[in-house]
């Protein structure tokens, strides 16, 4: 092992144990009591499998017939979920061929962030990621399942199902993915169109028409962004099957991988000789894992939120400190849009995660001692599915890169360095996505132009007022104040000045897509403004540095001058999806703290 990765390793367990520990004796005892419907009293089960059909009811009076739960994030209106419609059919019939029955537990929501951009229903994005995780554990608190499938793909979705499953780790959970939509309007021509629409040279119907012919069918959003990185870190994680991530929609080869995950649950269920529970795949080797290969590949931000939340929930604690080690190690080996000009179709062709598995384990900067739904050792996802004969067959994946352009071997990267870093000074402590900056962009200092929302910004840009070098400090953007919405709006404006030679970049408590670009933007930056942060003192004019080389975040004024200043407050605002349903949030929060407090004097 690269010893720097040795050592995070070892500090994430060190710094974990008690939690970890904790966990893994709350699992072991459920694991203890055996198979979960084995509690259940005959009326309780069969309350589970009454409207089953006939063979099925037979078939599950069996004990030892395992049971799967599929839970679904399957809705029409992302077009990564949409496929997701065809596959409890698929995988009852698969799971029936293996002996076992398969039912739809549960459904959870998943909204779309391409369609909340800019608009007050991203204030809710965020907060999405727990609802799904509470509707995941809402589905498997039955106890009535042997094994489970979860199907998601997008930002807060994936994230969200496994913080749930995570709750019932002495089961298996697989996770099957529906793969990216193929390829269409190429991802240089649609940015440009984009830029031309923000400086008013292009109408809507012109964005329109570009748009639609990029996003264009069913399957994820083929640019790098968070839904893609999220299937590179379930492949890192070992909880797909080998190869699963990125295959197109609606193929043989996508039908006989979903038709594979039931047959692989029963195979590694509870009494089986390679039961693996999901607590078994997911601990502190696979989530280092999960974060070299998002360091790697230039994945989403968006990961330094969720991966803490996703391994929190395992026991695992990780920090930003732990990523910008690793990222100081790591090679960036890939870059695909919109880190390069190509999409994670040309990834996928060019080696994909088959090769990336193999540069990082080469390089001792990946685990391969770890437990996987595919059996024991990372070593196996260097394997690509295939079809031979129409029978679904695993190959040695490419141990060269067919597009160099693409993807590279760790000994000829792109970039010495991952794809991220933590930024630290007088404004507080954020990260910054480098993979798509120029280098000549990574270091910016220039006066501060101070915003309180996005909506402020675009309407000074739509004014001429920014043709200027500056750095947009957009605040009370965070968790508390608004339930930090993505930014990705800023982009095209941002972008538009970069390409008129201006010195431009952005500092936020807010996030940024996954599929942010080439404008240095400094985000997440905590304490937010809304709960003391530094960016509440920030005036007009303030000579701000942003040096992603040094990491370093700073503000060219004395702390005690700032601190003297009076802080500004979050603006009023109009209905907004996201601010109303926190405020309810935290009423009934502070109200049941209230009831609770009368409830224990009464019975004192």
Known sequence: MHPVVEEVTNRIVERSRDLRDDYLGRMEAAIAQGRARGKLS??????????????DKVRMRDPNAPNVAIVSAYNDMLSAHQPFERYPDLIRAAAHEAGATAQFAGGVPAMCDGVTQGRPGMELSLFSRDVIAMSTAVALTHDAFDAALMLGVC????????????SFGHLPVIFVPAGPMTSGLSNAEKARVRGLYAQGKATREELLDSEMKSYHGPGTCTFYGTANSNQMIMEMMGLHLPGAAFVTPNTPLRDALTAAAP????????????????????????IVNAMAGLLATGGSTNHT???????????VRINWQDFDDLSRVTPLIAKVYPNGSEDVNAFHAAGGMAFVVRQLLDAGLAHDDVSTVAGHGLRRYQAEPFLDDGRLVWREGTSVSLNKDLLRPVDDPFQSEGGMRLLTGGLGRAVIKTSAVKDEHLIIEAPAIVFEDQEALLAAHARGELNRDFVAVVRFQGPKANGMPELHSL??????????GFKVALV???????????????IHVTPEAANGGALAYVRDGDMILLNAHAGVLEIKVEASELRARQAATAPP???GYGREMFAWMRRSADAAEAGASVLFEAAA
Not at 491 to 500: A, F, N, S
Request: glycine share 12%; proline share 7%.
């Open 573 to 575: 605002s109009g209905p």
């Open 491 to 500: 982009t095209p404006v941002l972008g538009v000045l970069l390409d008129k």
């Open 305 to 315: 939120l969720h991966l803490v939340a996703m391994a929190r929930a395992a026991g």
């Open 508 to 522: 936020t408590d807010g996030r940024m897509s996954g599929a942010s670009g080439k404008v240095p933007a400094a």
């Open 155 to 166: 930002d807060k979705i994936v994230p969200g199902l496994t913080i749930g499953a995570l």
């Open 42 to 55: 005959c009326a309780n089960w069969a309350h589970a499998f009454a409207a089953s059909p006939g063979s």
């Open 263 to 286: 047959k692989r649950a029963v195979e590694i269920a509870h009494g089986t000789n390679d039961y693996t529970p999901m607590s078994a795949v997911v601990g502190a080797k696979s």
